[in-house]
């Protein structure tokens, strides 16, 4: 939450005069907790909480990462509670949709998965920090239950996506693939030819405001309309 990204939307967002909502998954940042004693269902059901007790009215969801796949997971839960009209829209950036599978475990040599099958984790190098970053069974393992690639996906809202060409963690190409399958909802893919994984140079964070900007106003032009036909 104290990332550059969050940071500066957050300014734009009160510059604006717009609520806005940033947080840390446990294990992340500045919450408590565990990296390696989390997993996928731990950070999806934090964010729904945090949404359902923090906010009102529809909200527009900003994932990065990590996030973005969490932010869709939370679309497909507020459609099995018949509450998919919380959502206003999606800016993700990134979104490494169904990761531990497609982005880690089948990237995987048979050393390696063994390792994390045997001795229970991976210490995977990280290019964002001197440490590694623990890989989990639990990780892995749970992390099947939120895979999201082998249906239609649906997000019951406008969606739009900030893919950098040449990121090394999330191919753009996957960007192409969570396009495909986001084929029942208004979809934008923007590639930014030099943007990395961070997608934090001001070039980036302007395009990101200017994503958000245009989903709130394709909102409110949304909101208008239906208030003027049921008025």
Same mark, same amino acid.
């Given at each position: 939450?104290?990332g550059?990204?969050?940071?500066?939307?957050e300014?734009f967002?009160?510059?604006?005069?717009?609520?806005?909502?940033?947080f840390?998954?446990?294990?992340?940042g500045?919450?408590?907790?565990?990296f390696?004693q989390?997993?996928i269902g731990?950070?999806?059901?934090?964010s729904?909480?945090l949404?359902?007790t /923090?906010t009102?009215?529809?909200? @527009? &969801?900003i *994932?990065? %990462?990590?996030g973005?796949?969490?932010a869709?997971l939370m679309a497909?839960?507020?459609?099995?509670k018949g509450?998919?009209?919380r959502l206003?829209g999606?800016v993700?950036l990134a979104?490494a949709?169904d990761?531990?599978?497609?982005l880690i475990w089948?990237?995987l040599?048979?050393?390696t998965?063994?390792?994390i099958m045997?001795?229970?984790?991976?210490a995977?190098?990280s290019?964002y920090?001197p440490e590694?970053?623990?890989?989990?069974r639990?990780?892995i393992?749970?992390?099947r239950?939120?895979l999201?690639?082998?249906?239609i996906i649906r /997000?019951y809202?406008p969606?739009h @996506? &900030?893919q *950098?060409? %040449?990121?090394?963690?999330v191919?753009?190409?996957?960007?192409?693939?969570?396009?495909a399958?986001?084929?029942?909802d208004?979809?934008?893919l923007?590639?930014?030819?030099?943007?990395?994984?961070r997608l934090?140079?001001?070039?980036?964070l302007?395009?990101l405001?200017?994503s958000?900007?245009?989903?709130?106003e394709?909102?409110?032009q949304?909101a208008?309309?239906?208030?003027k036909?049921f008025?």
């Open positions: 939450m104290s550059t990204k969050a940071v500066y939307l300014t967002a009160r510059q604006r005069g717009q609520a806005f909502l940033r840390d998954y446990s294990g992340h500045a919450s408590h907790g565990r390696d989390a997993c731990d950070w999806l059901a934090q729904i909480a949404m359902e /923090s009102t009215g529809q909200q @527009i &969801l *994932g990065s %990462s990590m973005g796949w969490i869709l497909r839960y507020f459609a099995t509450t998919q009209n206003a999606l993700l979104p949709v990761f531990t599978e497609t089948a990237r040599d048979e050393p998965r063994c390792s045997e001795n229970g984790f991976w995977r190098p290019d920090s590694p970053t623990p890989i989990t639990r990780l393992e749970e992390g239950q939120h999201l690639f082998g249906d /997000s809202a969606v @996506i &900030l *950098g060409m %040449s990121d090394l963690d191919p753009w190409r996957h960007a192409l693939k969570i396009v399958h986001l084929s029942a208004p979809t934008t923007t590639l930014v030819s030099e943007g990395d994984h934090s140079r001001e070039s980036d302007a395009l405001a200017r958000v900007e245009l989903m709130t394709r909102f409110e949304s208008g309309a239906w208030d036909t008025r």
